[in-house]
């Protein structure tokens, strides 16, 4: 095996491991999150509580096991929406040119000119501690990143001698999208998959530590950051499960995306 070939797998095994801690971990736990012991306050790893309990007494690891869940489903959800108008309207510039491919051009000039937390925070403002704001500003964001990458990569595809030989044999824009533009694009898309998921956790957790994002009760990779924080000193355990995941997930991303950017 190669070392790319070892590189992608080892990405692949790291997010299996944490999307099955994520899909299954809540219900093989089978402990309510906000379930709240006070006599069980910043207790230690043990049989118990494998990864220690909170300061109100609630279990790290049911904690976890939905905040992976959830960040990892919103993240998915919001770069899979993203994926659909980026590519197409990218392709569609690419593919018409002139005032369609300048006008496409400077709606995503628009939106990378204010920044992408920035425009994440104005839908959140909106509707505080709503997943379907955090939802919706996340894949504004990175819908320009799907555009830019389709338009580059479908000019030298739709210019190739198999593009023109099915365009003359009478083939419409259906086909020719689905036989030539799609498989070309696929390998790079699945790297912007991979990107946008990880480059989105990480707005998530982000807003989640500055008090932002989904708010408490709700388990959250950022949020269980920011409550565990203040007890690093007497309970160092609690704000290291998060912060281990969290670069889990990031790492497997990076590991997985190809060797040289899109």
């Known amino acids: 095996m190669s070392g790319a070939s070892a590189r992608r797998a080892t990405g692949l095994a790291?997010?299996?491991?944490?999307?099955?801690?994520?899909?299954?971990?809540?219900?093989?736990?089978?402990?309510?999150?906000?379930?709240?012991?006070?006599?069980d306050s910043l207790a230690p790893p043990g049989a118990a509580h494998p990864l220690?309990?909170?300061?109100?007494?609630?279990?790290?690891?049911?904690?976890?096991?939905h905040a992976a869940r959830l960040s990892l489903g919103l993240a998915l959800a919001s770069a899979l929406t993203a994926a659909i108008p980026g590519v197409l309207l990218g392709v569609l510039a690419a593919w018409r040119g002139g005032a369609a491919d300048r006008a496409l051009s400077m709606l995503?000039?628009?939106?990378?000119?204010?920044?992408?937390?920035?425009?994440?925070?104005?839908?959140?403002?909106?509707a505080p501690g709503r997943q379907v704001a955090l939802y919706v500003?996340?894949?504004?964001?990175?819908?320009v990143e799907w555009f830019r990458v389709a338009r580059a990569a479908s000019?030298?595809?739709?210019?190739?001698?198999?593009?023109?030989?099915s365009r003359l044999l009478g083939f419409g824009p259906?086909?020719?999208?689905?036989?030539?533009?799609?498989?070309?694009?696929?390998?790079?898309l699945a790297a912007m998959l991979a990107l946008g998921t990880a480059?989105?956790?990480?707005?998530?957790?982000?807003?989640?530590?500055?008090?932002?994002?989904?708010?408490?009760?709700?388990?959250?990779?950022?949020?269980?950051?920011?409550?565990?924080?203040?007890h690093w000193h007497e309970a160092p355990w609690l704000i290291a499960?998060?912060?281990?995941?969290?670069v889990l997930v990031v790492l497997g991303m990076m590991l997985l995306s190809p060797d040289e950017a899109p």
Do not use: C, K, N
């Not at 944490?18 to 089978?30: D, R």
């Not at 000019?155 to 030989?165: K, T």
């Open 14 to 39: 790291l997010l299996a491991a944490v999307g099955a801690f994520a899909l299954l971990g809540p219900a093989l736990v089978g402990i309510d999150p906000a379930r709240q012991v006070l006599a």
């Open 52 to 65: 220690g309990a909170d300061v109100l007494g609630r279990s790290v690891l049911a904690r976890l096991a």
């Open 108 to 126: 995503a000039d628009a939106t990378m000119a204010i920044p992408g937390l920035l425009l994440v925070l104005l839908f959140a403002a909106v």
């Open 137 to 143: 500003g996340l894949a504004l964001v990175l819908w």
């Open 155 to 165: 000019r030298p595809v739709l210019a190739g001698d198999a593009v023109q030989a």
């Open 174 to 188: 259906g086909y020719l999208l689905r036989r030539h533009v799609l498989p070309a694009l696929a390998p790079m």
């Open 199 to 230: 480059q989105a956790v990480l707005a998530l957790a982000a807003l989640g530590f500055i008090g932002v994002g989904l708010q408490p009760p709700v388990a959250e990779l950022g949020a269980m950051m920011t409550e565990y924080l203040p």
């Open 241 to 246: 499960a998060p912060v281990a995941l969290l």
